[in-house]
């Protein structure tokens, strides 16, 4: 990935936080992750890529990040089913959204939940994973874009 098309990514979150919430998230300095070593917080919306490129792109918050979410956006139901069903909405929302940018040919799959600090996502090692670090309301989060 390009620096401009690793912007796109940057420029979505951005856009994204500031749409549904009207506060906008605070984006870190991107950098090269170890595929060994990747962020993951108690939710993880994950979408693969596939067409004209190949990969993953997954974004991956703490439970009170996505309680704050939903709160501001006037759901009451906070359980972990919608904590884990709003990770996946993110993910495909900004997926989508890469997709526009991208072309008709950026292919993303539907989403798949992974739940707990404990797992690891698995890329491979030949594809380079950059790290999106950001900040919301006090709460740190990530976007991981591993796409050749």
């Given at each position: 990935?390009?620096?401009?098309?690793?912007?796109?990514?940057?420029?979505?979150?951005?856009?994204?936080?500031?749409?549904?919430?009207?506060?906008?998230?605070?984006?870190?300095?991107?950098?090269l992750g170890d595929p060994n070593v990747l962020p993951v917080f108690d939710f993880t919306g994950v979408i693969g890529i596939s067409g004209n490129r190949?990969?993953?792109?997954?974004?991956?918050?703490?439970?009170?990040?996505?309680?704050?979410?939903?709160?501001?956006?006037?759901?009451?139901?906070?359980?972990?089913?919608?904590?884990?069903?709003?990770?996946?909405?993110?993910?495909?929302?900004?997926?989508?959204?890469?997709?526009?940018?991208?072309?008709?040919?950026?292919?993303?799959?539907?989403?798949?939940?992974?739940?707990?600090?404990?797992?690891?996502?698995?890329?491979?090692?030949?594809?380079?994973?950059?790290?999106?670090?950001?900040?919301?309301?006090?709460?740190?989060?990530?976007?991981?874009?591993?796409?050749?």
């Open positions: 990935m390009t620096e401009a098309e690793l912007r796109i990514f940057i420029g979505i979150v951005q856009h994204y936080f500031e749409q549904q919430t009207g506060c906008p998230a605070e984006m870190g300095t991107p950098f190949r990969g993953c792109v997954y974004f991956t918050a703490p439970s009170e990040m996505l309680r704050q979410i939903l709160v501001h956006g006037g759901e009451s139901d906070v359980s972990r089913e919608n904590l884990a069903d709003l990770a996946g909405e993110i993910s495909n929302t900004i997926s989508g959204n890469a997709r526009r940018a991208f072309g008709h040919e950026f292919m993303i799959s539907v989403p798949i939940v992974v739940t707990g600090r404990e797992q690891s996502i698995s890329l491979p090692e030949s594809v380079k994973a950059y790290v999106m670090p950001f900040r919301w309301r006090e709460q740190d989060a990530a976007l991981v874009v591993s796409v050749v």
